[in-house]
């Protein structure tokens, strides 16, 4: 009896360690956290769904946390509980992260729960920079956060060489997110970004070098503008800028830009001497255009937005982009001189091109096309090519000579000739045709 007594008691015993000590799995409405709960004890594997900010992506909160008899003994989400990375640039290709410094943050679940943490640091002149958190600017550059869902409080500029030695503040653009650089001579530095979100207040650090050249810059030979073959037409070519791999000058037009001038796609941080034409993307040879906006790029123009303004940028040829391609008729071709573009067809030109004794085509960029074709679709201009033909006459690659007549000029190539006309009585007509053209033949 006694010992059927036992059993009955060693079995509730066992009921109730069971009861006490074997969870119940509870999925949590919080974004996929799962909470194993037993009388005794309480383990959950959180996976909580957090929104970093108003505009922001959401971000998950990953970790374990006990608790046994309701009292929390161990949890470590607050390892995971960390501001947003912050990122500065000057430019799609120059960008710099920072590393998080000291920082108050609270978080809230979906399911009401309350995270706040704490973390001291290092002050940003002390931390341990590496590449990523260096940023290479020359003098004058603005600096740009690319997390827009904060509010800049202030940023602080050190020495790197002289830690005591700590200059004002420098200005900030609260609404545009931007740091101005202006004024602060060649040296290394270490910015102090005092930001805070919805969540908190955070210290961010980085490290920025200005320099004279940017690195890529010093192995680039630069062209002097007086030496090179730039063709415009109503274009500057002594204003230039480099984007997405093509030259501008500044248009002589003016535009009613009718977009937002805030809303841009690129920026030119690169500068070098007021000399030379650009090479690298980004550059410009005019500091008045530093830190200008790219606003919008089309197939020959472009739009930048400084001082507050829309200007106008057109595409700058070089005499090396494209040559004329002249095939002399053949015994059966009956034409001799023959319209290629008239002036009635075009609103371009108020004169006609002509051909004579052969056909024109062009190549451009590696690309043939027929001459009506490329001045049609406005793959090049008349301008463009006689523009060349100056330049070529100009440097003694070809002969040519002046007509009496109002100013006519020939100019012989090997394989072609253009006439074009400027005579008294208004005709201002070209004609590309055979080496032995004379003006004689077609007027």
Known sequence: MKFMKKKVLIGIIIVLLLLLLIPIPMRLKDG???EYKAILYTITKYHQLVPISETQEIQYIDGIGIKILGMEIYNNTKDNIKPPQLEVYTSSTNKAKCITGSYSWQETSENGKITSVQ???????????????ILNIQEDVIIYLENKD?????????????????????EIDKLKKKINLIDIPVGEYILEINVSYSQGDVCYGVRVNIVDMLPGQESVVYEKISDSNLIAEGTSTDILVKYNGILYGKSFAMIDFAGN???????????????????????????????????????????LEYNNEAV????????????ILFYEKQPIDSYKTYTILGKSETKKYDYTVYGHNGSVNIRIDGKDYSLKEALVENKITMDEIIAK???????????????????SI??????????????????????????????????
Do not use: W
């Not at 255009?289 to 790029?297: P, Q």
């Open 312 to 323: 106008l940028f057109e595409k700058i040829k070089s005499a090396d982009n494209f040559e």
């Open 410 to 443: 020939v100019y012989k190539y090997d394989t072609y000739t253009i006439i074009k006309c400027h005579t008294l009585d208004g005709n201002r007509d070209v004609y590309i045709g055979v080496p032995s053209m004379t003006i004689n033949d077609v007027l």
């Open 119 to 133: 973390a001291d640091a290092l002050h940003p002149i002390d931390f341990e920079y590496t590449e990523n958190n």
């Open 150 to 170: 904060i509010n800049i409080k202030n940023v602080k500029i050190q020495s790197v060489k002289e830690k005591s030695e700590l200059l004002s503040e420098i």
């Open 32 to 34: 996929g956290s799962i």
């Open 261 to 303: 001038l805030d809303n841009y796609i690129g920026i030119i941080d690169k500068l070098i001497d007021k000399e030379h034409v650009p090479v690298l993307n980004g550059e410009t040879n005019i500091k008045e255009i530093l830190n200008a906006k790219v606003l919008s790029v089309g197939d020959r123009t472009m739009v």
């Open 389 to 407: 033909a100056n330049i070529d006459l100009k440097n003694g690659k070809i002969t040519g000579e002046t007509y009496k007549d109002g100013g």
